[in-house]
């Protein structure tokens, strides 16, 4: 039997880059990202995996982040 890829970025990832990033909402992410608030909300529920592209992005801009302070 062959199991679904492990997603790229789990929910808990996801809930801490919005945090280090500065989005309150899911809303927020949404609108900085370019998709659907409920695409966000399928993200954290864990009931579909992040894109890997975003998922890229988002720890990017986390170290681009850390390495600016």
Request: proline share 10%.
């Amino acid at each position: 039997m062959d199991l679904p890829p492990p997603s790229s970025m789990p929910p808990e990832e996801l809930r801490a880059a919005m945090r280090a990033l500065g989005y309150r909402t899911q809303a927020d992410l949404a609108q900085a990202i370019g998709v659907s608030r409920s695409a966000v909300s399928l993200w954290l529920e864990g009931k579909i995996g992040v894109p890997r592209p975003v998922a890229m992005l988002l720890r990017m801009l986390i170290a681009a982040q850390r390495r600016a302070y």
